[in-house]
């Protein structure tokens, strides 16, 4: 599993996720626009993910394309939840969202049937 992605870094993954393949420029120009960093900033995240294995940096141009999808991401994130604070149990987890959730019949039925087609 690779290491957990901190919240600037999962910013940047979404910039790279939705307009792969893209140059370091080109998100620094978007992370400033959206978020308000400068460049520095970014590239130095940039720099982060790469070491992290998330994204891969080509020359010319510093082409940024993702190692790792954000489904893969989001499953190793939902997996180190369940691991931290639901002792390992899924059910837990599914419990904690739906009793702290207003559902409605649509949603419920949904959930049933993704249940049931496992």
């Given at each position: 599993m690779?290491?957990?992605?901190?919240?600037s870094?999962?910013k940047?993954?979404?910039?790279v996720?939705e307009?792969?393949?893209i140059?370091?420029?080109?998100?620094?120009?978007?992370?400033?626009?959206?978020?308000?960093?400068n460049k520095n900033t970014?590239y130095t995240?940039l720099?982060?993910l790469?070491a992290?294995?998330?994204i891969?940096?080509?020359?010319?141009?510093?082409?940024?394309?993702?190692?790792?999808?954000?489904d893969?991401a989001?499953?190793a994130?939902i997996?180190?939840?369940?691991?931290?604070?639901?002792?390992?149990?899924r059910?837990?987890?599914f419990?904690?969202?739906i009793d702290?959730?207003?559902?409605?019949?649509?949603?419920?039925?949904e959930l049933r049937?993704?249940?049931?087609?496992r």
């Amino acid at each position: 599993m690779r290491e957990k992605l901190f919240d600037s870094e999962a910013k940047v993954m979404d910039i790279v996720w939705e307009h792969s393949p893209i140059s370091a420029k080109e998100v620094s120009v978007i992370a400033a626009d959206s978020i308000g960093w400068n460049k520095n900033t970014t590239y130095t995240v940039l720099k982060k993910l790469e070491a992290k294995g998330y994204i891969r940096r080509e020359d010319p141009g510093f082409i940024c394309t993702p190692l790792v999808t954000r489904d893969q991401a989001q499953k190793a994130a939902i997996t180190s939840l369940v691991e931290k604070l639901f002792g390992g149990s899924r059910k837990a987890l599914f419990s904690a969202l739906i009793d702290d959730e207003t559902l409605t019949e649509a949603e419920i039925e949904e959930l049933r049937r993704r249940i049931e087609n496992r």
